[in-house]
T-cell receptor, first 116, second 116 residues
Framework: GAGVSQSPRYKVAKRGQDVALRCDPI?????LFWYQQALGQGPEFLTY????????KSGLPSDRFFAERPEGSVSTLKIQRTQQEDSAVYLC??????????????FGEGSRLTVL | AQKITQTQPGMFVQEKEAVTLDCTYD???????LFWYKQPSSGEMIFLIY??????QNATEGRYSLNFQKARKSANLVISASQLGDSAMYFC?????????????FGQGTELSVKP
């Protein structure tokens, strides 16, 4: 497809399980972002890639969160030993420029994680 | 630190009327960008409009216009001739300067309901 694709769309995990969320950005997009959106809140920045380099991971809430983009295209967000507070929608976004000026971010529909 | 504030949790507007969604921001960067996104119930963030801090004129995109008042640090979104399909969450966001790497900081959002 032409847009940012995320999978799975919905994930239910038991507390303590590991989860992996996948993001397929728009082909050729250099920059890729992960955001966490809790219910009723605005998206919160997690991490940012420029090609395969993770340039900013300041938003990752704990060392249980890990993101990678080994070949500069598909990215995976991994959450180890999930906790209930990890329940949220995880949004992926990409853009074609290294520094989006007027170029907007293109968002996927998100992966909704529910931790029981 | 950068901050975006949206003080209207919910707004109602009659179909075909205009509505203004408020957004104030705080930053010490001289160069920044301001964005508005729409998030329907499907979850995808849809880019609406962009305003650069050095842009002389207020941005307009179809029925959307951005009332940018730099001295007041406000960037309100005006939607003219509201349509039922405009019912959604609306987020104001800010992008900082180069060293910020292009990440967006989002406000808490405003839920707009358009009444027939």
């Amino acid at each position: 497809g032409a847009g940012v694709s995320q999978s799975p769309r919905y994930k239910v995990a038991k507390r303590g399980q590991d989860v992996a969320l996948r993001c397929d950005p728009i082909s050729g997009h250099v920059s890729l972002f992960w955001y966490q959106q809790a219910l009723g809140q605005g998206p919160e920045f997690l991490t940012y890639f420029q090609n395969e380099a993770q340039l900013d991971k300041s938003g990752l809430p704990s060392d249980r969160f890990f993101a990678e983009r080994p070949e500069g295209s598909v990215s995976t967000l991994k959450i180890q030993r999930t906790q209930q507070e990890d329940s949220a929608v995880y949004l992926c976004a990409s853009t074609y420029t290294r520094l989006p000026r007027s170029g907007e971010l293109f968002f996927g529909e998100g992966s909704r994680l529910t931790v029981l | 630190a950068q901050k975006i504030t949206q003080t209207q949790p919910g707004m109602f507007v009659q179909e075909k009327e205009a509505v203004t969604l408020d957004c104030t921001y705080d930053t010490s960067d001289p160069s920044y960008g301001l964005f508005w996104y729409k998030q329907p119930s499907s979850g995808e963030m849809i880019f609406l409009i962009y305003q650069g801090s050095y842009d002389q004129q207020n941005a307009t995109e179809g029925r959307y216009s951005l009332n940018f008042q730099k001295a007041r640090k406000s960037a309100n979104l005006v939607i003219s001739a509201s349509q039922l399909g405009d019912s959604a969450m609306y987020f104001c966001a800010m992008r900082g300067s180069y060293h910020q790497g292009g990440k967006l900081i989002f406000g808490q959002g405003t839920e707009l309901s358009v009444k027939p």
